[in-house]
Structure formats: C-alpha cells, structure tokens
C-alpha cells in the first residue's frame, strides 16, 4: 500500500537573516537612513553574536570590546552602503566583524601569544570541545556535523583560519605543509562545507 | 596554471580573510572581472558566516550600548555609493576612516596633483598684478579675538559639514609639510580643512585659503596661522559652489585677493 511520507528534505533554514522575513535587513535600511532608534534595536538584536564572534578570536575581553564598537560605529557609517540584494544582513555585519577582529590580530600580533604550537593545539583543541561546553544550537551542530565530513587537513586549516584568525602562510608554517597546499585546502574545504550546509547562493 | 585559475583558488582563504593585505587587494581586482568568481564567493562567505553562528553568543559589557548610543549621535553617515562595486556584498565595507572618503585619499591624489597643476598655468601677468596689488594691503593679524566663542562656533560649524547627508572629505599632503583633510558639503556651500602638522611661518606671511572656480578664477577664503598645538582647524569663508577646488597658499600678512604664489595644497572639490 502506498503510504504518504513527510519529507525530510526540508531542513530548517537557520541563517538567521534568512529565516524570519527581513527583521535586521529592515533595520538596517532605517539605519541607513538616520534612524538612531533602529540601531538600538539592531545592536540589541545582533551585538551577542559580534562580540562573541570578536572574543572568540581576540580573546582580551578589552579589546574584543574595542573591536566590537569599531564594528558597529562602521555599521552605522556604512549602513547606507549595504545592499540586501547582495546577502542577508546578518551575513553584512559578521563578516565584518570578523575581519575587523583578523585586523586587530594582525595589526598587534604581539598582544597575544602566536606561538605555532600552542596556537594549534588551542585551537584545534577548542574545536573538539564545542559540542560539549556549549549550549547546543542547531547551527552548531550543523556546522559541527559538517566539519566532520572534511578532512584532518581541511578541517585543520579552515578552523586555524576562521576561528584563530591566521593568515595562509602562518596556518602552513602551523601544519608544516606548504603555503599552496593550504590554499587549496582552505578553498576545497569551505566548498565542502557549504555543500555540507547546503548554503545556497 | 594561469594567473586567473591560480588567483580563484584564493576564494577560500579571502571568505576566511586569511589572505594578507596586497593579495586581498589582487583578488578583488579579480572578483570585478569573473562572474563565477563572484558567485562562489557570495556562497562561500555565507558558508564562513554559519561557522561564525556556530560560536557562542556572548552579550558586550553593559555600558557598550550606550557609549555607542551617543557616539552615532555624532558621527556622519557616508554617502552611498553612487556606483555599485562589482565585489559582492559579503566583502566588508573598508574600515570607519576610508568608508567616510568619497573622494579617494591617496596624498596628493591624481585629482589634486591636477587641481594643483592647474593653478601653476595661471597666467603670469595675472600673478604679478595680483602680487602688485596685495603690497599696498597690510593687514592686522586676527589674533584671539572672540577666543572661547568663536572655538565654538568653529567646532559646530565644522560638526555640521561632517554631519550633512552630502558631506565629502579628500585628504592630501601640503608641500612643505603637513597633512590636510579638506571636508565640504555642497549642500550647505560650506567647507572647512583640518591641517596636521602644518608648519608656523616667518613674519610678514600668512597662510590663505581659496575657492576656485571652474574658470581658473579665485575668491579668497580666509587668512590663518599654524596652530601652534599641531592640528589646524579653519573653515572656509563664502560659499563654496561645487565643483571649486579648494587650496592653501602662502601670502604676505594680511592676505591677498588673488594668490601670489603657487598652492601649498589643492584639492578638487568634484
């Protein structure tokens, strides 16, 4: 007998911007016009994820605070600039906030030990524990499930570059593999990823 | 390998901004010319930003809100682009300073170099005349006047031009030395130049500003003297109608009604 089976093809969408209908977009377009009130509400809505994102790779909680107003001073002058045919909102903002923390690192890579071996063991050791020691959101534990499909080396460098906010060549010097290897593992990996994820463009 | 197949492999690494400064800077030359390029960097940087959702939510230090609360209460907007970048918008925009420039900055730019060019070709006889007349003018220094006051007024005249809609900014070397910042808003018709470094002159000189027109034609725009605290702060005098280009030049005391010597620095103003 032939049986009606729900699908299980539709995942839940959890790019935030994505899911609920154009909440930050909105924001953002009466930010871009003067609205100081909106980007109250902006910042409440998305200042945990700048700063968490920040701290996670900066570390000092001074200067992850530093970093994270440098960020949404930005926000407020570029507002006018972004454009939501391009991406979602939430997508605009933390990759900004990711390389301003990458900048910060790189502008003052002695505030913090760059030592190669307790980088990668910090690191690669931070990502082992993530399931654990956090609350378990979806988005981790999809993103936790799609690292796992990538390989030792893939995993390795795209989890030293986005999460330690290390260049190529410092991740190939980390890895003793060399700078083009990494390149393409950088690359072939977040296309993994995003299949993984199914990230649609 | 080709040199496009060996840049498009940097996607991964720019998405992670793990490229270093110059290679970022070839890779989105690339990205403006390859469509594929773009795509696969629009879906790789979301790709990067799931990674970053995947981090723990951490709410800032309670007084963040409100410091940036009143700090957007003074700070300008930038103007949008008037033409869309072929990068897409997963790109972060350039950092708080550079997203304020319209006109790009690089000291002295192209544009300035010509505007300054431009100012050289005037006619000599023109020059000279200029230099006769401004002998017979000696004027009296205008030191310390309204004090406190006009400080004051000056720095809301100057806030105003930063905060209007329209408000641009180029920045190039002065010859001599010092670094200067022209700001302007066409829409009010005013401007104003902030000057870093800008060296005190001997006696009997004195620094003077200019609007100049389309024409070639100059209008003074005030006379000033080096802050002695190393940044300078003037606004310009008149209206600015744009398309001026604004300059600095060295005069004798008291000023002159038309330039007598070559601009220290000149910006154009479109």
Not at chain 1, 63 to 91: H, M, N
Not at chain 2, 206 to 227: C, H, M, N, R, V
Request: aromatic letters at 6%.
């Amino acid at each position: 007998m032939l049986r009606l089976v729900p699908s299980e093809t539709d995942r839940p969408e959890d790019f935030e911007s994505t899911g609920k209908p154009a909440t930050k977009e909105s924001l953002l377009a009466r930010v871009a016009e003067g609205d100081q009130e909106a980007f109250g509400e902006l910042y409440d809505q998305i200042s945990p994820r700048v700063f968490g994102l920040i701290r996670r790779l900066l570390v000092d909680h001074a200067q992850s605070e530093e970093v994270t107003q440098e960020v949404f001073l930005e926000i407020w002058q570029s507002a006018t600039r972004y454009q939501p045919s391009r991406g979602g909102a939430t997508t605009w903002i933390l990759t900004m906030a990711h390389r301003r923390a990458v900048d910060r690192i790189r502008s003052s890579q002695s505030g913090r030990d760059r030592d190669v071996k307790i980088g990668i063991r910090d690191y690669v050791a931070e990502y082992d524990n993530v399931a654990e020691t956090v609350e378990t959101t979806i988005e981790n534990e999809r993103v936790k499930e799609a690292l796992s499909q990538l390989t030792e080396l893939q995993r390795q460098a795209v989890t030293l570059a986005y999460y330690g906010g290390y260049s190529h060549s410092e991740v190939a010097a980390m890895l003793s593999v060399p700078i083009g290897t990494v390149k393409t593992r950088l690359r072939d990996g977040m296309i993994r990823l995003r299949d993984e994820l199914g990230v649609a463009s | 390998m080709t040199d496009s197949e060996e840049l498009h492999l940097l996607a991964g690494a720019y998405v992670l901004d793990a490229l270093t400064a110059p290679e970022r800077e070839r890779f989105e030359e690339y990205l403006c010319t390859s469509e594929e390029a773009r795509a696969e960097v629009a879906s790789l940087s979301d790709t990067a930003v799931a990674i970053g959702l995947a981090t723990v939510p951490v709410a800032p230090p309670a007084g963040l809100r409100a410091r940036l609360m009143d700090q957007i209460a003074h700070t300008a907007q930038s103007a949008p682009l008037e033409t869309s970048r072929a990068v897409p918008n997963a790109e972060a925009p350039r950092g708080p300073d550079e997203s304020a420039r319209v006109t790009p900055s690089v000291s002295p730019s192209p544009a300035a170099a010509r505007a300054a060019a431009r100012w050289y070709t005037r006619p000599v006889a023109v020059l000279v005349a200029a230099a006769a007349a401004v002998v017979l003018f000696v004027g009296g220094t205008i030191v310390g006047l309204a004090g406190a006051r006009q400080v004051e007024q000056q720095a809301s005249d100057l806030t105003q031009i930063y905060a209007a809609p329209d408000s641009q900014q180029a920045k190039a070397g002065v010859s001599g030395g010092g670094k200067a910042t022209f700001v302007w808003s066409a829409e009010l018709g005013r401007s104003a130049v902030v000057i870093q470094q800008l060296p005190q002159l001997g006696q009997g000189k004195t620094y003077e500003l200019w609007y100049i027109d389309t024409q070639s034609k100059a209008t003074p725009a005030g006379i000033f003297d080096a802050a002695s605290s190393g940044t300078t702060v003037e606004l310009l005098d008149g209206t600015m109608t744009p398309g001026d280009t604004l300059g600095i030049t060295i005069e004798p005391a008291g000023g002159s009604e038309k330039p007598t010597t070559a601009p220290i620095v000149a910006v154009p103003s479109a």
